[in-house]
Nanobody, 115 residues
Framework: QVQLVESGGGLVQAGGSLRLSCAAS????????LGWYRQAPGKQRELVTA???????NYADSVKGRFTISRDNAKNTVYLQMNSLKPEDTAVYYC?????????WGRGTQVTVSS
């Protein structure tokens, strides 16, 4: 059974930082492309950032220079370091894993940035 479990969300003031983690099980983690998505109230879920199996990354323009995705294949964990947070970053953040067979989602973790 595949599980993606996010942690690290919370309430932070604008300008602050948070680090999200997503622990995966049930997949061959090193062969999976990984991503972080977010969904704000009343909005569609959007891609924040992704990292492929070679470590190549891409970022939404809105987070470039502020967010960093990384992966630790030994720990089956993907991270999202979020700096210089803004109120518009407030959303539920979801971990995503894509294997050759399917795509999987975590349940999400709430990030709230106060002004």
């Amino acid at each position: 059974q595949v599980q993606l479990v996010e942690s690290g969300g919370g309430l932070v003031q604008a300008g602050g930082s948070l680090r999200l983690s997503c622990a995966a099980s049930g997949i061959i983690f090193s062969l999976s492309a990984l991503g972080w998505y977010r969904q704000a109230p009343g909005k569609q879920r959007e891609l924040v950032t992704a990292i492929d199996t070679f470590g190549a990354t891409n970022y939404a323009d809105s987070v470039k220079g502020r967010f960093t995705i990384s992966r630790d294949n030994a720990k089956n964990t993907v991270y999202l370091q979020m700096n210089s947070l803004k109120p518009e970053d407030t959303a539920v953040y979801y971990c995503n894993a894509r294997t050759t067979q399917s795509t999987y989602w975590g349940r999400g973790t709430q990030v709230t940035v106060s002004s």
